[in-house]
């Protein structure tokens, strides 16, 4: 192999290696931060991919070809086979996004090293583009909603931006339906939207927020206000801080809400948050998530919610 390529082939391999095993969960935007590492998955094979050729392309260019074909896709398979074993999940989508990366590399390296054409060049070059902004724009948008949730703050939900969706997602599902959240202009409380929830029978159904270890001190209550077009009925509200990955239910705050029929404003005071865990009191400097659910077989319902936000 040649030795500069080699050194760089390790050093790109070992940087991968240890993006790789990062547990998610762990971290305080996993979805912005999964998005990215699925780019990297294309990113990172199209950089080893054509390490990889050129410190063995002094073999034969086909015989480089088809060994970096074979080595990459390996190594793709036994990184997500491993995951699962350190936090992480195996993903096949994955071993696509890798796959890509790789063909990208080889087919770069084929038309521009090999093959004296320019229109090949072109269309290989508007491929490449494509591509990778096909690739990146997830992770983009995740990043920018994340930017939002800044720029809001200490307003948590308006609903008035489709960025928002990256921060508030339906949870639950039973007999094969799921929750079922939307934008909707009907039963407006404040902006031009709300938040339409349709919640199912049970397996705690609802909604949830990434705070992202929000820092919640200095601020009196937490403020949401509903839209219940049908009978009164009772929610259950947890919020979690950044200490603990899962948090047990003695370890995060546990309230419960009444909704009533057509529009009300609930009012959770932080102190009453912050006394919620049994053993401790919960960071208010680091909230990591809020869910919104109904209790086990509840029945279904639709309501809206609207103008979340910290009161000071």
Same mark, same amino acid.
């Given at each position: ?12 391999? $070992?940087?991968?290696?240890?993006? +790789? ?16 590492? !699925? ?10 991919? /054509? ?21 990459? $896709? ?8 491993? %995951?699962?074993?350190?936090?992480? $999940? +195996?993903?096949? +989508?994955?071993?696509?996004? /890798? ?51 800044? %720029? ?26 799921? $929750?079922?959240?939307? #934008? ?26 990434? +705070?992202?270890? %929000? ?10 206000? #509903? ?14 801080? /950044? ?41 208010? !400097? %680091? ?5 919104? #659910? ?11 919610? !609207? ?6």
């Amino acid at each position: 192999m040649k030795k500069g390529y080699l050194i760089a082939l390790v050093g790109a391999l $070992t940087l991968f290696a240890l993006l +790789a095993f990062i547990p998610l969960g762990s971290c305080a935007n996993p979805a912005a931060l999964g998005r990215t590492m !699925d780019a990297g998955h294309t990113v990172t094979f199209f950089l080893l991919g /054509g390490l990889l050729y050129f410190a063995i392309e002094h073999h034969g260019k086909w015989k480089a070809l088809a060994i970096t074909a074979i080595a990459s $896709t390996l190594l793709m398979v036994a990184i997500e086979a491993v %995951q699962p074993y350190v936090g992480r $999940t +195996a993903s096949l +989508a994955d071993v696509r996004l /890798g796959v890509l990366g790789m063909l990208l590399a080889l087919g770069g390296i084929v038309i521009w090293h090999h093959v004296n054409h320019w229109m090949l060049r072109v269309v290989q070059l508007l491929l490449l583009v494509a591509a990778l902004l096909w690739i990146v724009s997830p992770a983009l948008n995740e990043w920018r909603a994340l930017w939002l949730r800044e %720029q809001q703050f200490p307003l948590l939900g308006s609903f008035e931006h489709e960025l928002e969706k990256k921060l508030w997602k339906a949870s639950g599902r039973a007999s094969g339906k799921r $929750t079922h959240i939307s #934008f909707s202009d009907q039963h407006l409380l404040s902006g031009a939207n709300s938040l339409k929830i349709e919640t199912v029978n049970g397996s705690w159904s609802g909604v949830s927020y990434a +705070a992202g270890d %929000q820092n919640w001190k200095g601020y009196q209550a937490l403020s949401m206000t #509903f839209y219940n077009p049908g009978s009164a009925f009772s929610f259950n509200l947890r919020i979690d801080d /950044g200490l603990q990955h899962a948090p047990s239910h003695s370890e995060r705050y546990n309230g419960r809400l009444r909704v009533d029929k057509g529009a009300s404003t609930v009012m959770i005071p932080l102190a009453e948050i912050a006394a919620g865990p049994r053993s401790r009191l919960l960071h208010l !400097d %680091q909230i990591r998530r809020m869910i919104l #659910f109904s209790s086990r077989n509840e029945k279904p319902r639709v309501f809206y919610l !609207d103008d979340v936000r910290l009161v000071p």
